[in-house]
């Protein structure tokens, strides 16, 4: 397929292609969550079994000018009971795809990481990977990690760059550009980030990374600025065309998507990497539309 270079045409791509899956969502009495829900059931891609308070959803629904039959209501009004019941369904094939409503992200992920019924295999990495879509760069690029790993090992950014590759790959991307981001180009060895990139692209070099063009140590202009490469006359691979952006650290990374959002226009669609289903996490406070993305995602991703 051609590549999907925005979140609406990633949109466009699960309508038309009929794909659908099944969402439990936990503790799913949040009206942006019931309102992002109800769109993507509207859009087609997705049946919903909403876990919480049945009243609540029902009113919420309502009072967002939602029909709550179209969702199947559980009614488990506690917020712990919920998020159990929901990745339970997922661990057992009864949902393809955890999401996390009004229930806080702690209680949701203690959930998603219990060693017996949880959705995380042994030894697995957990990650985050984030698709953003910006008025100022003419695909998607996707960043990682911007909430789970404050400072990544070597062993889990190799792991950070392999579900960025998976991700992008979805996108109809055949072999994506992957930048290792730092402040500067030159290798440093007073930076630990700086000494793992260059035995990532080594691992790339000699084939134990796949399906990727991978350089770095890279600061973000070299990365995404053809017109920078030419004038710092660096030679990459990379040549500011970069599809994913790796970063040293969670505090480097959630500073660089926060500013986008706010000051750049952009938008995401992002969701937890390692696990055995999709698992969608945002925070309360994000918008509609944002978790709207998010469920798409986790459905392009779903198998």
Do not use: W
């Amino acid at each position: 397929m051609s590549p999907i270079r925005s979140l609406d045409q990633m949109v466009d791509h699960l309508r038309e292609s009929g794909k659908k899956k099944k969402i439990a969502v936990a503790y799913a009495q949040d009206p942006n969550t019931i309102g992002a829900i109800a769109k993507a059931i509207n859009e087609g891609f997705v049946e919903a079994v909403m876990i919480g308070d049945e009243k609540e959803i029902r009113s919420k629904a309502e009072a967002e000018g939602i029909n709550p039959e179209i969702f199947t209501i559980v009614h488990i009004p506690n917020d712990v009971e919920a998020t159990t019941e929901a990745v339970r369904m997922a661990r057992e094939d009864d949902a393809d795809v955890v999401m996390k409503g009004l229930v806080g992200t702690d209680k949701f992920l203690k959930a998603v990481l219990n060693k017996e019924k949880g959705l995380l295999p042994p030894k697995a990495v957990m990650s985050y990977v984030c698709a953003l879509d910006l008025p100022k760069y003419d695909k998607l690029l996707f960043v990682s990690d911007t909430a789970v790993l404050p400072y990544p090992d070597l062993n889990q950014k190799v792991a950070m760059v392999n579900y960025s590759v998976k991700m992008a790959k979805r996108f109809g991307i055949e072999k994506p550009k992957v930048a290792l981001i730092s402040a500067t180009e030159k290798p440093n060895p007073a930076f630990q980030g700086s000494v793992d990139d260059s035995i990532i692209c080594k691992m790339a070099d000699r084939g134990q990374i796949k399906d990727c063009i991978v350089d770095g140590p890279l600061d973000v202009f070299l990365a995404c600025d053809p017109a920078s490469v030419e004038i710092k006359g660096i030679p990459t691979p990379i040549n500011g065309e970069a599809d994913c952006l790796i970063f040293p650290s969670l505090e480097a990374c959630n500073s660089f998507y926060k500013g986008l959002m706010l000051f750049g226009g952009g938008e995401l669609g992002g969701l937890i990497q390692g696990t055995t289903k999709p698992v969608v996490v945002m925070s309360r406070s994000e918008s509609e539309k944002s978790k709207f993305y998010c469920i798409a995602l986790s459905v392009l991703m779903a198998d």
